[in-house]
């Protein structure tokens, strides 16, 4: 099962006896707030060990037999395993930041922002990418759409890659901003996630100010302006 991390054993000594323990280690998230009663079913086939009968020579024991092509004095029964975890109470999420955009994570992440170009000029895309390293699940990243004032923002770019157990990942958002016009301009972006560890949301703050140069291409600004990056994210029009 690819939703269960690599099989660790161990042992354990429960009233005095010694057993055998393995350990599937996984993760899973609650989708809504509320109590939450969980119990696990799994059923398997256990192996208990048999008295050894007398006999009067080892021809006459075929548990020797048993023995020697691999077996053992034991004998197998169906069981059904079972684990609950009850009294959990699972809270909702407090409002966000009002000047910072959430982008779904739950955990302990760490995002950073960077621009593909210090040098803007109008009507000539370039890039903002969001990356973001942690723990907890990318099932709930989303990409917001930004806004930014003197900048067309087209659709993001999403590409993440998670642990099988779910429990860490590494994920980047991209946006192919377009300055509109020439001048002083300003890019200032703020994303956040939450930390479970902190009770409340981290933020990551991105401010940038240039000034957008006239574009080499003797396009005018109202036509389309091809960035030669070979897909529709690279054109522009007014």
């Known amino acids: ?88 109470t699972i809270k909702d999420l407090p409002k966000e930041p009002a000047d910072s955009k959430f982008v ?33 699940t990318l099932e709930t990243l989303k990409a917001p759409e930004l806004d930014i004032p003197g900048f067309r923002a087209y659709p993001p770019e999403v590409d993440k890659k998670e642990s099988k157990t779910g429990g860490s990942g590494r994920a980047e958002i991209k946006y192919v901003l377009i300055p509109t016009s020439e001048g002083k301009a300003e890019i200032n972006v703020s994303l956040c996630s939450f930390s479970c560890d902190k009770g409340a949301y981290s933020e990551a703050r991105f401010r940038r100010e240039a000034t957008v140069a006239k574009s080499d291409s003797a396009a005018p600004l109202g036509k389309v302006v091809d960035s030669g990056a070979g897909s529709a994210k690279g054109a522009a029009t007014q």
């Open 1 to 88: 099962n690819n939703k269960f991390g690599k099989l660790r054993r161990a042992t354990e000594k429960i009233n005095g006896q010694q057993f055998e323990v393995y350990i599937l280690p996984t993760s899973f998230r609650a989708i809504s707030p509320g109590k939450l009663k969980f119990k696990s079913v799994e059923n398997c086939i256990i192996k208990i060990p048999q008295e050894t009968k007398r006999r009067s020579s080892i021809f006459d024991d075929d548990d020797f037999f048993d023995r020697f092509m691999g077996g053992g004095n034991y004998r197998q029964a169906p069981k059904a395993l079972t684990a609950e975890i009850a009294n959990v």
């Open 104 to 136: 779904g994570l739950i955990g302990e992440w760490d995002i950073k922002m960077d621009l593909s170009s210090d040098k803007l000029k109008a009507g000539e895309p370039v890039t903002l990418s969001a990356t973001m390293l942690g723990t907890g």
